[in-house]
C-alpha cells in the first residue's frame, strides 16, 4: 500500500519530487535551518512551475503557474477557502481554539466577517501612528549600522514584537532589541520540526489526536507553573 501510495503524483502525470518511502520529503521540509520557502524555489526551478510530493501520508502540490493560481483563489475560491492544515494544529471544524486563519468553510466565513469592522481604514487609521513609531525607532537603528553588512531579519522580529506589544499588550515605550517577548516569541515560532514526534505524525495521521492530547496536556502543564521559556523543549 504505502510503496503505491508513494507515486500518488506520478500516477496522475505530474512531476513528484522523490522522497523515502512512509517520510516523503519531511526532513528536507522541516528543518529549522533552511526555510521551506527556499527550498521550493529551487524546487521549482528544478520540476517546473507545477509538481507534487509526499509529506509523510499527505500529498501536496505546489504551483506557480499563473493560470492555476487564479482558478483556485478567484474562479473557485468557494471550493478552496481553507489552508493547509498544520499536521498537530486543532481541528479546524470542531476545536473551540481555531482563529482565523486556521479555520474553513463556514467557520472561517464567519470568523471573517466578524474581523471586517478591525480592518477597516477608519480603524487602521487610529494605530497608524503606533506602527510609524516603531518603524521609525527602526529605521534609526539602521542607520546606525550604516557602512556594514548586518542581519536585517532580526530587526523586522523586533519591529513585529514591539509593534504588537504596544498594540495589544499595553506597553508604552519601544523596546526594539530590549523586548523579552521577543526571545519567547521566537523560540515558539522558530521551532525545528524535523523530529521523530512530528515525523510520526505526517506518516502515521490516525496517532496525530493522541500525539496533540499529549503535547497538550504538557503545554498547559508548562504554562501553570509558568516556565514559558521551557516550550521549545516539547518539540
Known sequence: YYVHDSQYWTRRGITQVPGKLFLGVCQQVLKKSVPRILILK??????????????GAFNVLVTSDVDIINEVFVKQFDNFNGRKPAVLGPDPDRDKQVHLFQARGSRWKRLRALSVPTFSIASLKKIRHIVEDSASSMVEMMEKR?????????????????????LVLGQKETMLFNNPRTHIVQSMMLRDFDNPIVHSAFTFPFLVPIIRGILNRVSVAIRTVRCDHLLPMIW
Open 42 to 55: 529551487e524546487w521549482t526551478k528544478k520540476y517546473g512551475k507545477t509538481y507534487g510530493f509526499k509529506e
Open 146 to 166: 550604516h557602512g556594514s553588512a548586518f542581519n536585517i531579519h532580526q530587526f523586522f522580529c523586533e519591529f513585529t514584537i514591539n509593534t504588537i506589544s504596544k
